[in-house]
């Protein structure tokens, strides 16, 4: 019978099983996730080589003006060293990793998990996936408030391959795209694009696009040749707060 375990085993049937439980399911970028990663031992005993976590999401990529779905891995946490699982064993391995302040936000279409894996010589290694929403922290979400009180709706948000000229540590960025539906930039404005750039030490680095309306023949001119556009990068960091809607006010009327 044993035999015949081992044979089931090596192909997923009655091995190891894993299952990674969080502490809660919401995290800002670079709060802590803290939680335990559950192994139950199958019919026979095996030994696992690895116990990883990756921090996943996607991205989307063009190639010959198509554009089709990458995932990304942004993190990867190795949690131990080989080990032997016996027959029906159980045991608890908690974790605790620190969110990369670049993780992107749970906005649109964008998707955060993690995967939980085993690796096991000579058998199928077991996995288990888990969503988690990442919510804008203060500086964050005082961009966005600042965006809609001058009159901004978000549109779309989408996370996308990179140029080589903004890319950072990951292959591409969360693009927020707003559109003006009242105040003073309506009909001044096609959209504003925002981009944010975070830094470890707790400031932001801000990409504005700012996507001007054509108005007159050298506006239609401008746009036909796409340089209507105009980017603006800047720094920001909590102390900025009280005045951020104030200085993002002052750039778009510079450049629109």
Known sequence: MSFFNKVFASI?????TVDTKM????????????????IKGGKV????????????STYL???????????????????TTPFTIGVNERK????????????PLSIGRTKVWVSTGLDIKGGVDPSDKDFIKI??????????????????????????????TFRGRLPFVQEFEFVPFSGPFRGRLDELEVVFFPSGNGSLDIMLQVDRRARGLAGLFSEALGTDETYVR????NADIPSIQKQIQNIIERYS
């Open 61 to 79: 990529k063009e190639s010959d003006d198509k554009k089709y779905t990458v995932t990304a891995a942004i993190e990867r946490i190795k949690l």
């Open 45 to 56: 005993e095996q030994r696992v080589d690895e116990i990883y976590l990756t921090l996943n």
């Open 92 to 103: 608890e391995i908690p974790f605790s990793f620190q969110l990369p302040y670049d993780t």
């Open 12 to 16: 997923g049937i009655g091995s190891a």
């Open 234 to 237: 800047f720094n920001v960091s």
């Open 135 to 164: 919510v804008p922290n203060p500086l964050m979400a005082a961009v966005f408030n600042a965006v809609e009180n001058l009159g901004f709706r978000i549109r779309e948000a989408d996370c996308e391959e990179a140029p080589r």
């Open 23 to 38: 502490e809660k399911d919401t995290y800002m970028p670079g709060e802590t996730v803290k939680g335990v990663v559950e």
